[in-house]
């Protein structure tokens, strides 16, 4: 069983950065690609950036320009620069991952990670 690990999370004001950090507990050469959930309070579930295994990315409107993903495919890792926080991206941020991309795009993803919290409040 691969277990993913989040961090990076925590408080921080309007207009500021958090960068977070995802890794697999183990190399698994099935996983091609990664992505990035978030979850606020009330509201569902919804994808913020997801990245292929050849280095193809995808984000949600609401954060292009703002977040940046990538990964580092030796270490099965995967990172979110979020840059110009604003307080609607507060939620709990969940990292999966799985061989196809389409299945992060679809948030049915095999491994999904425990979730960080990222707080944007002055």
């Known amino acids: 069983q691969v277990q993913l690990v989040e961090s990076g999370g925590g408080l921080v004001q309007p207009g500021g950065s958090l960068r977070l950090s995802c890794v697999a507990s183990?190399?698994?050469?099935?996983?091609?690609?990664m992505g990035w959930y978030r979850q606020a309070p009330g509201k569902q579930r919804e994808l913020v950036a997801a990245?292929?295994?050849?280095?193809?990315?995808s984000y949600a409107d609401s954060v292009k320009g703002r977040f940046t993903i990538s990964r580092d495919n030796a270490k099965n890792t995967v990172y979110l620069q979020m840059n110009s926080l604003k307080p609607e991206d507060t939620a709990v941020y969940y990292c999966?991952?799985?061989?196809?991309?389409?299945?992060?795009?679809?948030?049915?993803?095999?491994?999904w990670g425990q979730g960080t919290q990222v707080t944007v409040s002055s």
């Open positions: 999966n991952a799985d061989r196809l991309l389409l299945k992060i795009l679809r948030g049915t993803a095999d491994y």
């Open positions: 183990r190399i698994v050469f099935s996983i091609n690609a």
């Open positions: 990245i292929g295994s050849g280095g193809s990315t």
